[in-house]
């Protein structure tokens, strides 16, 4: 199984609602990351956790939280976000190390109203 | 700015025709990596070169890096419509650092 999967696809929230992101990958990568791209950029990094511990934190505003409960499941918790927050929220995983490529899930459309 | 640059911003060429997009970076690197994004998905990751390799090649996919200039590129041979999609570079030092993308457009 060399899939990452992501739920939900399309998310719709309030800036005073609570939701979570899932991602799920069953291919025993060490490494797994979530990632912000907007419309027409690049993604750009947000967290790494490495061996289910947090590696990475790239200034990301708390109202962002991630949760890595097992070596399969990454989640990212939402609250309070702002309409600028709307995005693409892709998930990814490695086998880590310096000669490994990324598997990325098929993102979250999320749009904060 | 960690990002690098990839140029040209957008390709458009006829089916068979090759395509090639450049990708610069300002600081070390472990490897280099491409991806390739379709309408707005999940990234899907192509072919990786390490730091002391200078070509590498793929099915039609054929990647160089020159690591005295900061630049690689990317090379589609007989491009084909299923080929149109966003192409990123990505810098891997410690972390990646993704390119700011070529959006290809393959003609029928």
């Known amino acids: 199984d060399t899939e990452v999967t992501q739920t939900p696809k399309h998310l719709v929230m309030g800036m005073t609602n609570k939701k979570s992101l899932k991602c799920e990958q069953h291919?025993?990568?060490?490494?797994m990351y979530w990632y912000k791209q907007k419309a027409k950029k690049p993604p750009e990094l947000m967290f790494v956790?490495?061996?289910?511990?947090?590696?990475i934190n790239e200034s990301v505003p708390s109202r962002f939280s991630p949760e890595c409960p097992n070596s399969s499941l990454l989640n990212l918790h939402l609250h309070a976000l702002q309409p600028e927050d709307s995005a693409l929220y892709l998930c990814?995983?490695?086998?880590?190390?310096?000669?490994?490529?990324?598997?990325f899930g098929p993102g979250t459309r999320l749009t904060v109203t | 700015s960690q990002q690098g640059e990839e140029d040209p911003q957008a390709l458009s060429i006829q089916e068979g025709e090759n395509a090639t997009m450049n990708c610069s970076y300002k600081?070390?690197?472990?490897?280099l990596q491409w991806y390739r994004q379709n309408s707005g998905r999940g990234l899907v990751h192509l072919i990786l070169?390490?730091?002391?390799?200078r070509e590498k090649h793929s099915g039609r996919l054929r990647v160089t890096l020159d690591t005295s200039k900061k630049s690689s590129s990317l090379l589609i041979t007989a491009s084909r419509a299923a080929d149109t999609a966003s192409y990123f570079c990505?810098?891997?030092?410690?972390?990646?650092?993704f390119g700011s993308g070529t959006k290809l457009n393959v003609k029928p």
């Open positions: 956790y490495s061996y289910e511990k947090l590696s």
């Open positions: 600081t070390s690197i472990n490897n």
């Open positions: 990505a810098r891997n030092f410690n972390k990646f650092y």
């Open positions: 990814a995983s490695s086998q880590g190390g310096k000669t490994y490529g990324q598997y």
């Open positions: 070169i390490r730091s002391n390799e």
């Open positions: 291919m025993g990568h060490r490494a």
